[in-house]
């Protein structure tokens, strides 16, 4: 069974700083990964998706990389800003010898960004 | 602008009662995930369907759950009966693909309470 972990739980940094965020998975047989973006009672907004073939994609200061052989995603936040103040939610699409098993989430990292 | 919508926001009952949580796929999108999410447990999957078939539902309590798509746009989330460690928040996402991976979008959720 797929298990998502990210690191760290919580982070607190000074505005302008950049940032990583850490996902782990245990199981490499991914079609995708996702990064999610949370703010407080509200749904989930999708930020960056990385197929599995793919190395890495980029959307503003958002940069997202997948090492998929080592079970490992980065999500790297540049020039950070409070606005980006939120819990950020690593997923992955599995599948196994049945087909897809789909979407396993981690627990989330708590950003707050520092005026 | 195309979006996830789910209804009724907010659910407040009583236990016993049964509740049903609707949810309208974004136009176009084959397939439909349910998830529930609560700060001990995080965001787990409780169904998951392609082309209105279920794919997995096994993170769902079969005895008092039931998930179904009448149509391609409409699925339903039903618990009867209703019990206190049900409430949390109850998400439906959507996205396509003819097999394997989807990138997902998440409706702003249902926030279930149950007294």
């Known amino acids: 069974k797929q298990e998502v972990t990210q690191i760290p739980a919580a982070l607190s940094v000074p505005e302008g700083e950049n940032l990583v965020l850490n996902c782990s998975f245990t199981d490499s047989a991914i079609y995708n990964l996702q990064w999610f973006r949370q703010d407080p009672g509200k749904g989930l907004t999708s930020l960056l998706l990385?197929?599995?073939?793919?190395r890495e994609q980029t959307s503003g200061r958002l940069n997202a990389s997948l090492d998929k052989s080592s079970g490992r995603s980065t999500l790297y936040i540049a020039a950070s800003q409070p606005g980006d103040s939120a819990t950020y939610l690593c997923?992955?699409?599995?599948?196994?010898?049945?087909?897809?098993?789909?979407?396993?989430f981690g627990k989330g990292t708590h950003l707050i960004i520092q005026p | 602008d195309a979006r996830v919508t789910q209804t009724p926001r907010h659910k407040v009952t009583e236990m016993g009662q049964e509740v049903t949580m609707r949810c309208q796929p974004i136009l176009g999108h084959n397939t439909v995930f349910w998830y529930r999410q609560t700060m001990m447990q995080g965001l787990e999957l409780l169904a998951y369907?392609?082309?209105?078939?279920?794919?997995?539902d096994s993170g769902m309590p079969k005895d008092r759950f039931s998930a179904e798509m009448p149509d391609a746009t409409l699925a339903t989330l039903k618990i009867q009966p209703s019990e206190p460690r049900d409430s949390a928040v109850y998400f439906c996402?959507?996205?396509?693909?003819?097999?394997?991976?989807?990138?997902?979008?998440f409706g702003q959720g249902t926030r279930l309470t149950v007294v």
């Open positions: 990385i197929q599995s073939s793919q």
């Open positions: 997923a992955v699409f599995s599948y196994s010898g049945g087909g897809a098993d789909g979407l396993t």
């Open positions: 369907f392609r082309n209105r078939a279920p794919l997995d």
């Open positions: 996402a959507s996205g396509t693909g003819a097999s394997g991976g989807t990138e997902a979008f």
